[in-house]
C-alpha cells in the first residue's frame, strides 16, 4: 500500500501536483486512504486467484499501479491532463490512428517492453516462486479465490448495486479536478471511481425557451457553424502572418472576439459539444470529460435536434473516421439527420497529406448547402482538420519547422475561409456563418504551456442577411453561448418562432 501511494504521486508533474495538492487537502483523507486501500486490496485478490504466489501477488499489484502511473504521466506530459475513465474508449483508436496521437517508434518500443516485462516477470515468478494451495482440494480453493475477486465486480451489474456504488463514487469525488482527483485516489482509483459515477442515472436537461429565426419573406436561413481544427490568430502571439479574410470578416461581425476552449491542446469533442449543446462542462457530470459516450441523455436540449424538430435540415460534416470519439453513433442521436465524414471525400493521404483540405472541404460544405433548401431552415455544422498536428515536413511546402507549418496552415485556412464566404454572399437567402477555433495547438517549439487557452470567433451575417455594417468592439464568448447568441441576432432580423 505504502509504496502504491509512493507511485501514484508521480502521475502528474511537480508544477501540477503542487497546484493540485491545495484542492486535494480540501478533501476527507480518511475516507481517500479507505477508497485507495479498497482497490488496491481488490487487485492484490486478483493476483492471488490466478497465482496463489504471495512475492507474485505483491509485485504485480505495485506493477499493476505503477503502469496506470506512467501512463497517466506520459499523458500529461502530452497535454497536461492525467488519465481519465473515458480514455479507455480511445485505446483502439491509438493504433488506428497514430498520426493524430502522434504514436512513434518510442511508444511502441516502450509498450513492447511493458508487455515483455509483465509476461517475463510473470513467468519467472511461476518458475521459482512456489504456490500456497493445498495438495487436496485445490480446485475448490482456487474456485473460491477467483470467486471471492470477481464477485465484487459482477455485482455492478445488479442495478441496485450499481446505483449505490454510483452515488458512492460521486460523494467521494465531488466537484474534485481529475488532477486533484489523482492525487487523492491515484490514476487507477481515478479511473474506477469515474466509472462508478458514470454509471449513474444522468438527469436529462431541459432546454430553455429560445427564439429561432424565419424571414418575413418566408426564405429559408442557413446557418453554418464552422469548427476550424486548431485555429488561433497567432498575431496576437507576436506570429507574422497574414489573415485578411479573417479581419473582413471581423469588420462585417455582429459578434466577435476571443473563445474560451473547453481543453487546451486536445479532445475537440468536449469544445464541439458545448457549442452543440449549449451546456458548460460543469453541467455534465461525469459525462464531460466524453460527452458522446452517452448521448441520449442530451437530446432534448442540443441545437441539433431542436433544430430538426422546429423543421429545419441538419447535416455534420467532418473529413475523418465517423468512428472517432464515436461520432457516428453520437451524432445521429444529437438530431443530426445526415453525416458527410470521410468515405464522402476523394482523399489520397499519399496525394494529398494526411488530412482533407479546407479548401476541399469548403467545396463539399457548398454542394451541401444547395440541398434541402425546401425545410424551414437549414443548420450545418462543419468541422476541419487541415491544421491538426503534427505538423512535419512536407505539409507545407518546404517548410521544415512545426511552427512555419502551422502558421503556413493558418494561411491556407484563411484563404478556405475566403472562398467560402464569396459563395455563400451570392446567395439571395439569409446566410449566417459562425467561425471558431476548438482549441490552441500543442505546439511545444513555440511554448509550453501555449500562453492561453483562448481562440478566435466571428458571428457573421452573409448573403441575404447582409445589413447595415456597424462596427463591433470585441468580446469574449463561451463556447456554450455561441449558438443561442447567434439564433438570438438572426431572430432580431427576422420574425422569432418558438421552437419546441
Known amino acids: 500500500m505504502l509504496v502504491v501511494v509512493a507511485t501514484d504521486r508521480f502521475a502528474l508533474s511537480p ?6 495538492l491545495r484542492e486535494a487537502a480540501r478533501s476527507d483523507r480518511r475516507r481517500d486512504l479507505v477508497a485507495r486501500a479498497l482497490l488496491v486490496l481488490l487487485v492484490f485478490a486478483f493476483f492471488f486467484a490466478i497465482s496463489w504466489r504471495p512475492l507474485y501477488c505483491l509485485a504485480g499489484t505495485i506493477s499493476f499501479f505503477a503502469i496506470f502511473t506512467a501512463i ?19 485505446v483502439l483508436l491509438l493504433f488506428r490512428h497514430r498520426e493524430i496521437f502522434r504514436a512513434t517508434f518510442t511508444l511502441y518500443a516502450v509498450v513492447a517492453l511493458g508487455v515483455l516485462y509483465v509476461f517475463g516477470a510473470s513467468t519467472l515468478f511461476y518458475l521459482y516462486e512456489p504456490a500456497l494451495l493445498p495438495g487436496r482440494g485445490s480446485i475448490c480453493f482456487i474456485a473460491a479465490a477467483v470467486i471471492l ?8 451489474f445488479l442495478p441496485s448495486v450499481r446505483r449505490i456504488a454510483a452515488r458512492a463514487a460521486e460523494r467521494l469525488i465531488g466537484s474534485a479536478s481529475i488532477s486533484a482527483l489523482t492525487l487523492r485516489v491515484g490514476t487507477f482509483g481515478a479511473m474506477i471511481f469515474g466509472v462508478l459515477a458514470w454509471l449513474g442515472d444522468r438527469p436529462r436537461p431541459v432546454p430553455g425557451p429560445v427564439d429561432l429565426p424565419a424571414t418575413p419573406s418566408g426564405q429559408r436561413p442557413l446557418l453554418i457553424v464552422w469548427q476550424s481544427e486548431s485555429f488561433v490568430d497567432m498575431r496576437r502571439h507576436g506570429a507574422d502572418i497574414a489573415l485578411p479574410n479573417l479581419d473582413a ?9 476571443r473563445f474560451s476552449s473547453v481543453f487546451e491542446g ?8 458545448a457549442v452543440l449543446s449549449g451546456l458548460p462542462p460543469e453541467a455534465l457530470g461525469p459525462d464531460a470529460s466524453h460527452p458522446y459516450l452517452r448521448p441520449e441523455v442530451y437530446a432534448d436540449v442540443v441545437w441539433p435536434a431542436r433544430l430538426l424538430r422546429s423543421g429545419w435540415a441538419t447535416r455534420f460534416i467532418h473529413p475523418y473516421d465517423p468512428v ?36 476541399d472541404l469548403t467545396g463539399h460544405v457548398l454542394r451541401a448547402c444547395a440541398s434541402d433548401v425546401d425545410r424551414a431552415g437549414q443548420f450545418v455544422f462543419v468541422a476541419s482538420m487541415e491544421n491538426h498536428g503534427p505538423w512535419s515536413p512536407g505539409r507545407y511546402g518546404d517548410a521544415s519547422d512545426p511552427i512555419d507549418i502551422y502558421l503556413g496552415l493558418l494561411e491556407r485556412s484563411d484563404q478556405a475561409l475566403g472562398h467560402l464566404v464569396e459563395e455563400l454572399d451570392r446567395l439571395d437567402r439569409p446566410v449566417w456563418l459562425v467561425f471558431y477555433g476548438d ?23 452573409l448573403g441575404g442577411a447582409r445589413g447595415q455594417e456597424i462596427s463591433v468592439e470585441p468580446g469574449d464568448m463561451a463556447p456554450w453561448h455561441l449558438i443561442a447568441k447567434t439564433l438570438s441576432h438572426m ?6 418562432a418558438r421552437p419546441e
Do not use: N, Q
Open 15 to 20: 508544477s501540477a501536483r503542487a497546484g493540485a
Open 266 to 273: 486536445g479532445y475537440t469533442l468536449r469544445t464541439e459539444f
Open 491 to 496: 431572430a432580431s432580423r427576422g420574425d422569432p
Open 324 to 359: 472517432f470519439f464515436s461520432r457516428d453513433r453520437a451524432l445521429p442521436r444529437l438530431g443530426f439527420e445526415k453525416l458527410s465524414m470521410i468515405d464522402d471525400f476523394d482523399h489520397d493521404p499519399r496525394r494529398s497529406g494526411p488530412y482533407v483540405s479546407d479548401i
Open 249 to 257: 470578416l471581423r469588420r462585417r461581425a455582429v459578434s466577435w472576439g
Open 72 to 90: 497517466s504521466r506520459v499523458k500529461y506530459t502530452d497535454i497536461r491532463e492525467p488519465l481519465v475513465f473515458s480514455d479507455v474508449a480511445l
Open 439 to 461: 482549441h490552441p495547438p500543442i505546439l511545444k517549439s513555440f511554448a509550453d504551456p501555449f500562453p492561453d487557452a483562448l481562440t478566435d470567433y466571428v458571428i457573421v451575417p
Open 149 to 156: 475477486a470477481i464477485v465484487p465486480w459482477l455485482l455492478l
